[in-house]
């Protein structure tokens, strides 16, 4: 085995373990017993879309299920999110990163969804590294410089969310993270992350 293959297989045991698991009634009736759907926050070719399908191919033989999977980008997530909570149907489940629905009450005002109620965490898949990128021309050298900017210019601070450490801040909408990286690298604004 190649050393991305164990990890994904790694993953997907990660995955199905607790899902297999979970309860009494589970173990009576063998899960999955149709296909399953991941339903992402994302499109196409978006890292968690690659990681999805080598995952999504690793569970099929295991869980002897097509394992589908779905992109819904837009919305903030909160396509994505509905589409699991909406469904009400085990076979649906929610693939992304956790900030595609635990910053959600703070960038807005009214959900759909309560968390609590609607969601629960079963399994880590991966783990990301997140980064931030400005200009060099706005002499921002540290976080610290770059709060203090966007604290006295939160209308030239352009970014994906409306809110970002506590300063209020001009939310630019995409559907998808391809297009806010193109809007990045065509300077529409001047944070990425």
């Known amino acids: 085995m190649t050393k991305m293959s164990r990890r994904a297989l790694m993953a997907a045991l990660a995955v199905a373990a607790p899902l297999m698991t979970t309860s009494a009634t589970m173990a009576q009736q063998a899960w999955p017993t149709r296909p399953v759907r991941l339903i992402l926050p994302f499109g196409p070719a978006s ?9 999504a191919d690793k569970l099929q033989p295991l869980w002897g299920q097509p ?3 779905e992109g819904k980008p837009g919305g903030d997530g909160l396509i994505s999110v509905g589409t699991v909570v909406n469904a009400k149907d085990d076979h649906v489940l929610f693939f992304g990163p956790t ?3 635990v ?5 807005h005002d009214n959900l759909p969804y309560d968390f609590d109620r609607d969601l629960a965490p079963v399994a880590g898949v991966a783990q990301v590294q997140i980064a931030m990128a400005v200009p060099t021309k706005l002499g921002i050298n540290s976080l610290r410089d770059f709060i203090a900017y966007a604290k ?15 300063i209020r801040l001009r939310r630019i909408q995409k559907r998808s993270g391809f297009e806010h990286s193109q809007s990045a690298l065509s300077r529409h604004y001047n944070l990425t992350r």
């Open 152 to 166: 006295k210019n939160p209308e030239k601070v352009l970014w994906r969310c409306a809110r970002l450490f506590g």
């Open 103 to 107: 910053v959600h009450p703070y960038v």
């Open 67 to 69: 394992v589908v999977v």
């Open 47 to 55: 890292g968690a879309d690659i990681a999805a399908r080598i995952l």
């Open 99 to 101: 900030s595609a629905y």
